[in-house]
């Protein structure tokens, strides 16, 4: 596996100087929102047959170092995993203990993203069993990329962008390991049965479609068939049986507190008052909203605003809690579409409610489709670590430098009919609104609003929102405003990274796959 | 589109002469069960982008000529088309009555099945709007192939390999058009919701996938999301809203009805009493019956010995009917794994029972794939137009050489565990057991017992199961010996057809896309 990215920099649509060559790939530089048209063929996997898979339909091995030296695991191989587990994941710790027994080196690790929990890694990452991550580094492993001590260039993905680069050959997998909680002996996996369900296991579709070799490895084996299959046996090699995936207790998210700060409770209610009264919030309405504190509180107050106006939602799109399972239950939706469950409630409602419906990065987010879910959405909330006063986003640094957050589905969702960023102004006394986003992870002109505590940014670009709410009594004002407030708290601007200019650690996709912006690393 | 079949033949591995040549095209003879390896990549489709699909999910145009026209609907290309509506299917003759309209020649329509409807079609065949049919012909449709009025040579391909053909790039659809009893606009689809409800989409499904343009036809149009979406949005380029896809009354199937008749009742007994004193019926067992009049009557008498021995079966594969419906419904089975449905119980079980699971030719049937269903059954009672002494069996054209059916998943269920022809000895006084079929579908080794309202003849090469059967005071007895006896009844053998040794109007694949036979003109 080439380490070679380019030290050489071109200037992107943004403005933005990003390597042609990462990790010996050539990469297209970012050129605009629709503006990229790809050329060419989606992937093909070899041709199959049936002769050469057991007609009982039992594909069981013996251990997960079985199905890895019969799918011909070797140096240089790009391996998946997904992140359903979250920060209980026990596998993928495992499986590169198996791997570095195996004496194999140079391993292209493609999470669908990663979580504290690998920091275990590290230290094959050090040894050279894992060359670099393709997927997003949340924590220790980003600061550990942040600060040089990778082999290779990370890749930043969105969700979405994970499936396309999949689907479009980008990156070909060689053996995906899908860990499943509930599986039969063919392959046919969910993740809402077991004791480790999750909910859906959409962030490992691609991965089952496209990979050479596909690796079940599950805590609970069914009898054929293994209802939902939400992946295919008509897609696996090898299914393994393990006494356990990991730690339950913490599959589901750490994030799904309601916020109990005065300041992010008030965000919620600007958030959830401006969806109101800039009418979007209306009968068959649709919207999507995360896991995280600011987001819940939204929900709670959205709730309620479409209770007293008999309002009902066609549909909802998830990361799934119990707060929309509430408003489905309670009749205020008509359907959750859901990629992925933040906590019990969520994996409950999804496998026996059939309104709570299992989507894949597929359905929602993959702009090399014919189209996708994400841009019907009537109004996403979503959270950001900067924003500047062109509306361009990040979402994956912090004004520091260090690279500490995945894209998720984040670049995808801002397709959406009205896209919101919902943040405090400040985080421990750094200001979030910035002259310059220290990664560009989205143009300004895909951000629609932004609420702070402060007050409402409305993009000048939507002038259509801005009349709709020019006689509201929000604090709608200039993000220039709102930033001169904040520096004067804050005492001026963040202090300006100290990175290398010439050293790349991540580049930053957008969701067309093309080059959005480059991760340098951190001088200490 | 080439109409070169070349009359110089090639001896596959069953003896039969086949063309190597086929509409221009080269095709492999056949080479024996899981002999032939498929080598290469499946079909990669262009990669598509957002950009060109609109945002807000609204792809409905405002008839389907403006959908071909979108298309780019042009002379020699490949249509295809589902046959979940069966005889009640009204959008085919529609659909070509358009392409007539707009003076487009030569096509290759790709059905997964004709239906007496479309005799309608003959039309189009004789003034070559069709330049030939690759898919089932049933009644009238095979009767004019037969006589050599089609310009091209027909390609007859089960299920299965129907699916993997498209999938292998073999055949290459660039329209497909999807009757579809529930849409929204953005293209999912499903047939159990709608008044023209039919039950699964399965056959369309890879069609969904791999065709150039996809164009959804639906006369309940749903607010997105249309849920469950068997079809996915996300593979459909256009939708189009129809007042009716034709006549609801004819889409469930007219076969579904318990024979009357006294021998055929006593196949169905044999069946039952064979599966249960063999030892097949036991707890967990799965088995796959049709819709048929002796298959329904095998299973109402399975159904009682199951009951009487308390034996549940993990699962049953549909074509469903209410026959199945009420096995799940009573506690007699898990699930039922269902490709049609062939009356409105099974329809409406499918739609409202979680445990009657919606499944395709990719799941069940498709022999390039890393495994499938079929293999999994352990008994499946099929029926046949002929069988011979060795085994061999016919299941498309008659004693008289006229080609009336299709293979449906015939070939592909051989595939199961145990392998039972239940048909009559003789039909209108033609005996069914001959010396030689006329064509061959299916070689020998892959039929296990033939049942006859004259006894029970089982394969030489299933030893396991005449041992099992040693002590059972059921009717076993050697092929030959039924054989003699209707021929004493019948007045000899069948009268040779009267076919042309140089013309071949249809060949007939292996699911694994080998040419096993060639059938021929009739000379008038």
């Known amino acids: 596996m080439s380490n070679k990215t380019s030290q050489k920099f071109v200037k992107n649509a943004v403005g933005r100087f990003v390597p042609e060559i990462v990790n010996g790939v050539r990469m297209i530089p970012f050129k605009g929102i629709n503006k990229y048209v790809p050329q060419g063929q989606i992937a093909s996997p070899p041709v199959r047959s049936c002769i050469n898979y057991p007609a009982d339909g039992n594909k069981i091995v013996r251990n997960l ?56 890694l590290i230290k094959y ?52 390991v899908i860990a499943a909680p509930c599986a039969d002996f063919f392959g046919n996996a969910n993740g809402v049965q077991g004791k480790s369900a999750c909910g859906p296991l959409g962030f490992a579709l691609g991965d089952s479609e496209y990979a050479d070799k596909v690796i079940v490895v599950t805590d609970t084996l069914v009898e054929f068939p293994c209802v939902p299959w939400h992946i295919q046996g008509n897609n696996v090699d090898y299914v393994v049986e393990v006494d356990s995936l990991g730690d339950p207790s913490k599959i589901v998210s750490g994030t799904t507190q309601v916020t109990k700060s005065p300041d992010r409770i008030l965000i919620a209610e600007y958030v959830a008052r401006f969806v109101e009264e800039a009418g979007i919030m209306r009968d068959g309405f649709s919207f999507q909203a995360g896991a995280g504190g600011i987001n819940l509180a939204f929900l709670l107050s959205l709730k309620e605003r479409m209770k007293s106006k008999n309002i009902k939602a066609r549909f909802i799109r998830g990361g ?26 969520g994996v409950q409602s999804l496998r026996d409610n059939p309104h709570h419906v299992n989507t894949s990065p597929f359905t929602s987010y993959n702009f090399h489709g014919k189209g996708n879910f ?127 200019n010439s050293d790349v650690v991540s580049v930053v996709q957008w969701v067309d796959g093309t080059t959005i912006d480059a991760i340098h690393r951190i001088e200490k």
């Open 320 to 345: 799934s809690t119990r707060y929309l399972t509430e408003m489905l239950e309670g009749g205020l939706a008509d359907y959750i579409l859901d990629g992925q469950a933040f906590d019990m409630a």
């Open 374 to 500: 994400a841009s019907m959405l009537d109004v996403v909330v979503l959270g950001a670590t900067e924003v500047d006063i062109h509306f361009n986003a990040n979402v994956v640094t912090h004004s520091d430098g260090y690279l500490l957050h995945g894209i998720g589905g984040w670049q995808d969702c801002l397709f959406g009919q009205c896209t919101i960023l919902a943040i405090p102004s400040f985080r421990d006394r750094v200001p979030i609104i910035v002259d310059r986003v220290t990664t560009l992870c989205a143009p300004g002109e895909m951000i629609d609003v932004v609420i702070t505590e402060r007050g409402i940014a409305i993009n000048p670009l939507r002038q259509d929102l801005l009349s709709k709410v020019s006689k509201s009594t929000l604090p709608i004002r200039e993000i220039r405003d709102t930033q001169n407030e904040v520096y004067e708290i804050c005492g001026g601007k963040p202090d300006q990274p100290n990175i290398s």
């Open 125 to 176: 990452l050090e040894d050279g069993t894992i060359h670099h991550i393709e997927g997003s580094m949340n924590g220790p492993l980003g600061r550990f990329a942040s600060e040089g001590n990778m082999k290779g260039t990370g890749v930043l993905r969105s969700h979405g962008g994970r499936y396309r680069a999949i689907q479009d050959g980008e990156v070909h997998i060689d053996i995906a």
């Open 65 to 120: 170092k079985e199905a890895l030296k019969k799918s011909g695991l070797k140096s240089g191989m790009t391996i998946s995993t997904h992140h359903h587990l979250r920060n209980g994941d026990g596998l993928t710790n495992v499986l590169f203990d198996t791997i570095k027994e195996m004496g194999v080196k140079n391993i292209r690790w493609f999470p669908s993203a990663s979580f504290p929990v690998h920091d275990y």
